[in-house]
């Protein structure tokens, strides 16, 4: 009887050896990332993505250590091209590049190492991690605007029917009792991105079919600006009441309460969809 292959293990120390040595050439950058998720509001997700990246990495183990490793030296050319761009990047001051270096170099050093085969099995939890770093400035002024100004509209159309006199001039609305202004933090951009990020999380856990995974992710959008534009106007009802729930503890909790709906709304509309496609399938197979 021929002897069992023996069972292939999990390479620790070549693993620890290559994070290691990333971690101390991209030690700069990523403290930076690390202080950009503690004092940007908006990227408080930013701690979650590596942790569930590395999560999703380890379920897929077994698949990763039957796969046999294929070097290849286009890796090495990605591993140059992302110290490069960190070198371009720290003298130019742009962080966005500087960030986002890491995960280049990152996906050069598994080409290297382990192969094509590999970097396709890794290729959600390795795009995954661009959640974790913060969008251009450039790119957030151009949304963070447009964003405050449709959660004015909608605050004040609503406010409006709800027989409250408002007055909108762009991003500020002139209540009775208290003038609301929607600045960028109240733009929703930051529900905006952790709901984005947590809708493929959802999606990969719970759906296998791909295009139910993009309707989900495009379905963010819609979900956090009426969100947002609710928000908004919850807290102009409440400023009618007392105009000093517009800001503090207050103004903070109810954007984390809405966070959660909107996240529920999602479930729920996942939910929906799933439903309706099993109607359809026995609707079907009754015919």
């Not at 990763?64 to 030296?73: G, Q």
């Amino acid at each position: 009887m021929a002897p069992a292959p023996p069972k292939t293990q999990i390479p620790w120390i070549s693993l620890s050896w290559f994070g290691l040595l990333i971690a101390a050439c991209y030690a700069p950058a990523l403290y930076s990332l690390a202080s950009v998720w503690v004092n940007n509001a908006d990227m408080g997700h930013g701690f979650f993505v590596p942790l569930i990246s590395a999560f999703i990495i380890w379920q897929k183990r077994e698949e990763l250590l039957a796969i046999e490793p294929k070097p290849n030296l286009w890796g090495l050319v990605v591993v140059l091209l992302g110290g490069a761009q960190l070198i371009a990047a720290t003298l130019g001051v742009e962080l966005f590049l500087t960030h986002t270096a890491i995960i280049i170099t990152l996906i050069g050093v598994i080409w290297l190492l382990r192969g094509t085969e590999t970097l396709k099995v890794l290729a959600f939890p390795l795009f995954l991690l661009l959640f974790m770093v913060p969008i251009p400035t450039i790119v957030y002024n151009r949304i963070t605007f447009p964003l405050q100004l449709i959660a004015s509209r909608m605050a004040a159309g609503a406010l409006d029917l709800l027989g409250i006199p408002v007055l909108r001039d762009g991003n500020i609305l002139e209540l009775p009792h208290q003038t609301l202004s929607v600045v960028e933090a109240c733009s929703g951009i930051r529900s905006l991105l952790s709901l984005t990020f947590l809708s493929l999380v959802y999606g990969y856990f719970f759906e296998k079919r791909i295009w139910v995974r993009v309707v989900l992710f495009a379905s963010t959008i819609p979900i956090a600006i009426v969100a947002n534009g609710s928000r908004v106007t919850f807290t102009g009802i409440m400023t009618q009441i007392k105009p000093e729930l517009a800001e503090g503890f207050f103004h903070e909790s109810t954007g984390w309460v809405i966070f959660i709906v909107a996240l529920i709304i999602l479930v729920l509309f996942h939910q929906l969809i799933v439903r309706t496609l099993n109607f359809l399938a026995a609707k079907r197979a009754r015919a």
